[in-house]
């Protein structure tokens, strides 16, 4: 599946035999997220979501960014309504990558700032180039970081956060990764073996426990602690349900008697 024309943003998309999703976000060198850029990216994965043959989704943007954050003409010459519409439709693309029911993965190369950090620090696991650069730079262009920058306490701590938005520095991918803003991080030439590494690590669980434990997981976040167990709790009898227990622990127990 692919939506593009010659001159509007592109999302590539190929779903392999294991039912691997790989997604490429495109727009030019900068990898700019315009309005019709998110309005493209957020139509597709919806059209994803829906799909039971896949286990895993793998986000790419370019080698240059993996997303660049807004276009700054844009920004410069907006009025109200073109800032609200634009603002929604990043907050509906990142919602929706948040809503996808089976593990993400985002592999970033490049440049990673605004709202393209966002949209990659929304995903599950996120792998990055040596040589990528994080940062939310809205303080020096006059606006607040927003949306979903609101996760960020929840993922690096609350001085950290203040750091990264009250500054508008861009730090590099080892200290992204020291902060616990991304996964984890390797050599340029390294980076799609350590995706394959992820990728056979995501695709060994049970597709149905994967996609309960991320949906426990999002729960989660919306409760206090109690409800969350008992929720959770729900969840393991519920999976009874199915054969996935009895057949995957079958396995494990013959792996680890041929061991």
């Given at each position: 599946m692919e939506i593009s024309t010659e001159s509007r943003p592109r999302c590539h998309v190929d779903v392999d035999a294991e039912g691997v999703a790989s997604?490429?976000?495109?727009?030019?060198?900068l990898n700019l997220l315009t309005a019709e850029a998110a309005a493209i990216y957020t139509e597709t994965l919806h059209e994803l979501q829906w799909r039971?043959?896949?286990?895993?989704?793998?986000?790419?943007?370019?080698?240059?960014?993996?997303?660049?954050?807004?276009?700054?003409?844009?920004?410069?010459?907006?009025?109200?309504?073109?800032?609200?519409?634009?603002?929604?439709?990043v907050f509906a693309l990142c919602e929706q990558l948040r809503a996808l029911p089976f593990p993400t993965m985002s592999v970033v190369s490049g440049y990673c700032l605004g709202a393209?950090?966002?949209?990659?620090?929304?995903?599950?696991?996120?792998?990055?180039?040596?040589?990528?650069?994080?940062?939310m730079p809205e303080v020096k262009l006059g606006v607040p970081s927003v949306i979903h920058g609101a996760l960020l306490p929840g993922l690096i701590g609350w001085g950290?956060?203040?750091?990264?938005?009250?500054?508008?520095?861009?730090?590099?991918?080892?200290?992204?990764?020291?902060?616990?803003?991304?996964?984890?991080?390797?050599?340029?030439?390294?980076?799609?073996?350590?995706?394959?590494?992820?990728?056979?690590?995501?695709?060994s669980?049970?597709?149905?426990?994967?996609?309960?434990?991320?949906?426990?997981?999002?729960?989660w976040e919306r409760m206090p602690t109690q409800d969350a167990i008992?929720?959770?709790?729900?969840?393991?009898?519920?999976?009874?349900?199915?054969?996935?227990?009895?057949?995957?622990?079958?396995?494990?127990?013959?792996?680890r008697k041929r061991a």
């Amino acid at each position: 599946m692919e939506i593009s024309t010659e001159s509007r943003p592109r999302c590539h998309v190929d779903v392999d035999a294991e039912g691997v999703a790989s997604v490429q976000f495109d727009n030019g060198r900068l990898n700019l997220l315009t309005a019709e850029a998110a309005a493209i990216y957020t139509e597709t994965l919806h059209e994803l979501q829906w799909r039971d043959d896949i286990r895993l989704l793998i986000l790419r943007g370019r080698p240059t960014a993996f997303v660049g954050g807004a276009d700054i003409k844009f920004l410069k010459d907006a009025k109200h309504r073109d800032i609200d519409a634009y603002i929604k439709g990043v907050f509906a693309l990142c919602e929706q990558l948040r809503a996808l029911p089976f593990p993400t993965m985002s592999v970033v190369s490049g440049y990673c700032l605004g709202a393209g950090m966002e949209v990659a620090t929304v995903c599950d696991i996120k792998i990055a180039a040596k040589d990528a650069r994080f940062g939310m730079p809205e303080v020096k262009l006059g606006v607040p970081s927003v949306i979903h920058g609101a996760l960020l306490p929840g993922l690096i701590g609350w001085g950290r956060t203040r750091d990264l938005l009250l500054s508008g520095r861009m730090i590099d991918a080892e200290k992204a990764c020291d902060w616990g803003l991304i996964t984890a991080t390797v050599p340029a030439e390294s980076l799609e073996d350590e995706v394959g590494t992820w990728r056979h690590e995501l695709l060994s669980g049970a597709p149905q426990a994967l996609r309960n434990q991320k949906a426990l997981i999002r729960s989660w976040e919306r409760m206090p602690t109690q409800d969350a167990i008992a929720v959770g709790v729900e969840a393991l009898v519920r999976a009874y349900d199915t054969s996935e227990p009895k057949d995957y622990i079958e396995a494990f127990l013959r792996a680890r008697k041929r061991a």
